[in-house]
């Protein structure tokens, strides 16, 4: 038998040399390493996996009930009942503790399945009445995007700090209102930017950032969804705003910039409906345009109503390029990420432990006002992108490409800014 053979050799519990198993437990004191020790109110674990493998990540460390932030639903269509009120449930810094709704058994039925006092339910044209209740502290505005104002000038009136689905309104002017309401009423507004707080967007645009890949040059965003019947709220102007471009567009619109941390200096856009399609008679179905930045980089988007659906981004650097792949959905993002290795390209794919963005988006918001902080996306970002989409459709009307001479009320935040 040669060494490496001897050194392999069966032995030990469960051979002939050993013990026989299974065996019956005994009753053994716990080791520190699987009891773990609490450190500032809250239970850490030292690493029980091998070097060679992702460290497990600590627990939780929710607040107590009681000192989450208290919110209020404003608006239980298909997004609060399939996104935020789950979300909520997994948020460790919020609760929600009221609704409002022009909907009673609706609501009703909401109130029950997560635990709300029905007395915490108002109605639109009642929600200065939030006011008298404590336990409101915030609103979460999901209606649509024509009632956005309405609404958050009414929390802001009630004394509630408010979070706001995108697009924050319809216009400039509209947003320019909501930001001027909540600075009077001296109360936070964050507006809904989710893919900024999902893990593996932060992590491209991070990575976009640093240089490690070289300067970004081109930047390929796609967002599309065909999309149904022509009565509902999304194809009525008056509520939504526009078409596409304020709907699901403004994914690659904000996106754009987030990668880049960077404003366009030139917009040019094209708009494609098709003939004879009632639904589309005041919004427009499809779009695509062109961002051209400062640094040299171009971005090109296209958005529409018409096709497969489809959520992704591409990022062509000096030195390799990025793919993230469902950026702009709910969930199922991939990253890829390729450059040079010697003779031959590496394509390498990054895998995170995925968390749920809204949550994510949630206590970030929550954490803004326990703590008095400005969030990473306040009105000034949602007036931004409301600057910039008028842009767009000016150039799409003109069919000539808009130079952007204004200041940007929120220029996009660099990542190693937010984490530090």
Not at 15 to 39: C, F, H, M, R, Y
Not at 170 to 184: K, L
Request: hydrophobic fraction near 40%; aromatic fraction near 6%; glycine fraction near 6%.
């Amino acid at each position: 038998m040669t060494k490496s053979q001897r050194d392999y050799a069966p032995s030990g519990p469960g051979t002939k040399s050993g013990p026989t198993l299974p065996a019956a437990g005994k009753a053994l004191a716990p080791n520190a390493i699987d009891t773990g020790e609490v450190k500032e109110q809250a239970v850490v674990f030292e690493n029980w996996k091998g070097a060679a493998d992702r460290p497990e990540p600590q627990p939780a460390a929710p607040l107590p009930p009681d000192e989450r932030l208290g919110i209020a639903i404003v608006g239980l269509g298909r997004l609060s009942l399939n996104q935020i009120l789950p979300a909520l449930n997994e948020s460790q810094f919020a609760r929600a503790v009221a609704l409002v709704s022009d909907r009673p058994e609706k609501a009703l039925a909401v109130a029950k399945q997560y635990g709300i006092d029905p007395d915490a339910i108002y109605r639109y044209d009642e929600m200065q009445k939030m006011a008298d209740n404590p336990k409101i502290q915030a609103v979460y505005v999901v209606t649509p995007n024509g009632l956005h104002r309405d609404h958050v000038v009414a929390a802001a009136k009630a004394g509630k700090h408010v979070l706001c689905e995108k697009p924050m309104a319809n216009t400039p002017d509209e947003a320019r209102e909501m930001i001027a309401a909540c600075e009077q009423a001296k109360v936070r507004l964050m507006i809904a930017y989710r893919c900024q707080h999902e893990l593996f967007n932060v992590e491209a645009a991070r990575l976009t950032q640093s240089g490690e890949l070289g300067k970004p040059r081109v930047i390929e965003a796609i967002t599309s969804q065909v999309q149904g019947p022509g009565d509902q709220w999304r194809m009525r102007a008056a509520l939504a705003g526009g078409g596409v471009l304020p709907d699901i567009g403004l994914y690659c619109l904000n996106g754009v910039r987030t990668m880049l941390a960077e404003e366009p200096v030139e917009v040019y856009a094209q708009i494609i409906n098709p003939s004879n399609d009632e639904r589309f008679s005041e919004v427009e179905e499809t779009i695509a345009f062109t961002l051209r930045f400062p640094s040299g980089a171009i971005a090109n988007c296209f958005s529409s109503y018409g096709t497969h659906e489809a959520k992704d981004m591409r990022i062509r650097l000096e030195k390799g390029w990025i793919a993230l792949d469902n950026a702009f959905a709910y969930e199922g993002q991939r990253l890829q990420i390729a450059q040079r290795n010697g003779q031959s390209e590496q394509v390498n794919e990054l895998r995170l432990s995925p968390k749920n963005q809204f949550t994510l988006e949630i206590d970030h918001f929550a954490q803004c006002v326990l703590h008095d902080k400005t969030p990473y996306s306040p009105g000034e970002e949602g007036l931004q992108d409301h600057i910039l989409m008028a842009a767009i459709y000016r150039s799409a009307r003109e069919n000539m490409p808009v130079k952007l001479t204004h200041d940007s009320p929120h220029p996009p935040l660099k990542i190693a800014d937010r984490q530090g």
